[in-house]
């Protein structure tokens, strides 16, 4: 009986714990509001009454199984349709600026960080898309004279404006402002309701939350939402009636991306209309380098299709830090290019150093100062004439090596000694050097003798 009795209140010591610790996962998870296509806003900035957009609620979920992080300009991000006319820009535009409408405009601005003089300028760069993916935003409502922001999964059909870089900017049938979600996509507690409830096609793993393009985009490339075989290309910055259409069915070739950095193969990438994801769903900084593709070079896809790409080092940067992060990843290059630049200048000191062959670094300073001996990579810059001994010795008469030269070269042996000794040594000196003897030619008779050598060495 006792050991009954004892089994029986651990089994249910252990449901407990189990419990709270189920209790504590979902505590920790972010609680982000369904918004369901064609449903009113419960605190609109502006009167869904009055057909400022309009959602489609027949858009089937695109591509499921791709959820995560997804960057502005991906190919078939958003939708489209022969029927453009789903978001009135130009009304949106005549009710933020009129007047009568100060405090919804202020509030409509500080929550897109503009100034209010601003939106007329920013409402003409944004372009009507449809969503194509359940996509994560942070939604404002208008409450009291203030926008007020929450965290929204918006059900794909819905209107929407997007910006230059591809992030969502406005709901259409409220013309409530989005900005960028900035939680984990896989870290959320979708809260559905009765005005709101579970849509079919919902699939928690195939929400995605939309990271800016690295670069202002010119056209975004659209599937229509009616005809997914039919592709449309709209100008930013329009609505509809410039757009252009292409086959979606046109097979794309995956290029070869192994040794590009994520940044420039996913630029490759969209231009040929292919989407990119990376291993993990993240978005790895932009210097990332490429090693591999799924699937591999040469195979064929449609428009819009995902490939995978895995990178060298940690490629879980997927955060809403992630482009600044590219950003700093971009220097790491360009000094790479310039790193040859500092050699050239540690160069020129040594050509000029030859009084103490044994020590070439000590002797550097010599052209311009010899107090710069303490670091030869930087520019000499120590005007005192005795920083280190073997500056002085290089200075001085003492040394065995002396004597021979100062009779061709009094003061100015330096220079004139520094070409033959050092010519050999750095044959690529003599380019950066070209200022260097034109500064210091108080010596005639010795060009006429350094020429020949210098040009033998060159040659």
Same mark, same amino acid.
């Given at each position: 009986?006792?050991?009954?009795?004892?089994?029986?209140?651990?089994?249910?010591?252990?449901?407990?714990?189990?419990?709270?610790?189920?209790?504590?996962?979902?505590?920790?998870?972010?609680?982000?509001?369904?918004?369901?296509?064609?449903?009113?806003?419960?605190?609109?900035?502006?009167?869904?009454?009055?057909?400022?957009?309009?959602?489609?609620?027949?858009?089937?979920?695109?591509?499921?199984?791709?959820?995560?992080?997804?960057?502005?300009?991906?190919?078939g991000l958003y939708g489209g349709s022969k029927q453009p006319a789903i978001c009135d820009v130009v009304r949106l535009k005549a009710f933020l600026t009129d007047p009568a409408n100060e405090r919804k405009?202020?509030?409509?601005?500080?929550? $897109?960080?503009?100034?209010?003089? *601003?939106?007329?300028?920013? $409402?003409?760069?944004?372009?009507? #898309?449809?969503?194509?993916?359940?996509?994560?935003?942070?939604?404002?409502?208008?409450?009291?004279?203030?926008?007020?922001?929450?965290?929204?999964?918006?059900?794909?059909?819905?209107?929407?404006? #997007?910006?230059?870089?591809?992030?969502?900017?406005?709901?259409?049938?409220?013309?409530?402002?989005?900005?960028?979600?900035?939680?984990?996509?896989?870290?959320?507690?979708?809260?559905?309701?009765?005005?709101?409830?579970?849509?079919?096609?919902? *699939?928690?793993?195939?929400? #995605?939350?939309?990271?800016?393009?690295?670069?202002?985009? *010119?056209?975004?490339?659209?599937?229509?939402?009616?005809?997914?075989?039919?592709?449309?290309?709209?100008?930013?910055?329009?609505?509809?009636?410039?757009?252009?259409?292409?086959?979606?069915?046109?097979?794309?070739?995956?290029?070869?991306?192994?040794?590009?950095?994520?940044?420039?193969?996913?630029?490759? $990438?969209?231009?040929?209309?292919?989407?990119?994801?990376?291993?993990?769903?993240?978005?790895?900084?932009?210097?990332?380098?490429?090693?591999?593709?799924?699937?591999?070079?040469?195979?064929?896809?449609?428009?819009?299709?995902?490939?995978?790409?895995?990178?060298?080092?940690?490629?879980?940067?997927?955060?809403?830090?992630?482009?600044?992060?590219? *950003?700093?990843?971009?220097?790491?290059?360009?000094?790479?290019?310039?790193?040859?630049?500092?050699?050239?200048?540690?160069?020129?000191?040594?050509?000029?150093?030859?009084?103490?062959?044994?020590?070439?670094?000590?002797?550097?300073?010599?052209?311009?100062?010899?107090?710069?001996?303490?670091?030869?990579?930087?520019?000499?810059?120590?005007?005192?004439?005795?920083?280190?001994?073997?500056?002085?010795?290089?200075?001085?008469?003492?040394?065995?090596?002396?004597?021979?030269?100062?009779?061709?070269?009094?003061?100015?042996?330096?220079?004139?000694?520094?070409?033959?000794?050092?010519?050999? #040594?750095?044959?690529?000196?003599?380019?950066?050097?070209?200022?260097?003897?034109?500064?210091?030619?108080?010596?005639?008779?010795?060009?006429?003798?350094?020429?020949?050598?210098?040009?033998?060495?060159?040659?």
């Amino acid at each position: 009986m006792a050991l009954r009795f004892f089994v029986r209140r651990f089994a249910f010591l252990l449901v407990f714990v189990l419990a709270l610790s189920g209790c504590d996962r979902d505590a920790s998870l972010l609680v982000v509001k369904a918004v369901a296509a064609g449903v009113p806003s419960s605190a609109p900035f502006f009167a869904e009454s009055q057909g400022l957009g309009r959602d489609d609620a027949r858009v089937a979920t695109a591509q499921a199984g791709h959820g995560g992080l997804q960057q502005g300009d991906t190919p078939g991000l958003y939708g489209g349709s022969k029927q453009p006319a789903i978001c009135d820009v130009v009304r949106l535009k005549a009710f933020l600026t009129d007047p009568a409408n100060e405090r919804k405009a202020q509030a409509w601005a500080t929550a $897109l960080s503009l100034a209010t003089d *601003e939106i007329p300028g920013y $409402l003409d760069r944004l372009t009507p #898309v449809l969503l194509r993916h359940d996509t994560l935003v942070k939604n404002h409502d208008y409450k009291k004279g203030k926008a007020v922001p929450f965290n929204a999964l918006l059900q794909s059909g819905i209107a929407i404006l #997007v910006d230059e870089q591809g992030l969502p900017a406005v709901k259409c049938s409220c013309g409530n402002p989005l900005r960028p979600f900035e939680g984990d996509t896989t870290g959320i507690k979708v809260e559905f309701d009765d005005r709101n409830a579970q849509w079919k096609g919902y *699939e928690k793993s195939s929400v #995605v939350a939309v990271r800016p393009a690295p670069r202002k985009v *010119e056209r975004l490339a659209l599937v229509d939402v009616h005809e997914p075989d039919r592709g449309i290309e709209r100008p930013v910055g329009t609505t509809g009636g410039d757009d252009t259409s292409f086959d979606t069915r046109e097979r794309r070739t995956v290029p070869d991306l192994a040794g590009a950095t994520f940044g420039q193969a996913s630029r490759r $990438l969209a231009g040929q209309g292919l989407a990119v994801t990376a291993e993990g769903g993240g978005l790895p900084p932009d210097g990332a380098r490429v090693t591999a593709s799924d699937p591999p070079p040469g195979t064929e896809l449609r428009f819009g299709e995902y490939v995978t790409l895995s990178v060298a080092g940690d490629g879980s940067g997927g955060t809403a830090t992630t482009p600044p992060g590219s *950003e700093t990843a971009r220097p790491t290059r360009d000094p790479s290019d310039s790193t040859p630049a500092k050699p050239t200048e540690s160069a020129k000191p040594t050509t000029s150093s030859t009084a103490t062959p044994s020590s070439p670094p000590a002797s550097t300073p010599p052209p311009s100062s010899p107090g710069s001996s303490e670091s030869s990579s930087s520019k000499p810059s120590g005007p005192a004439p005795t920083s280190r001994p073997p500056s002085t010795g290089a200075s001085s008469a003492p040394p065995t090596s002396d004597p021979p030269p100062p009779p061709p070269t009094s003061s100015p042996p330096k220079t004139t000694s520094a070409p033959p000794t050092s010519a050999p #040594v750095t044959t690529s000196a003599p380019p950066p050097e070209t200022s260097g003897p034109a500064t210091t030619e108080p010596v005639t008779g010795t060009p006429s003798t350094d020429g020949p050598s210098a040009s033998t060495t060159t040659a």
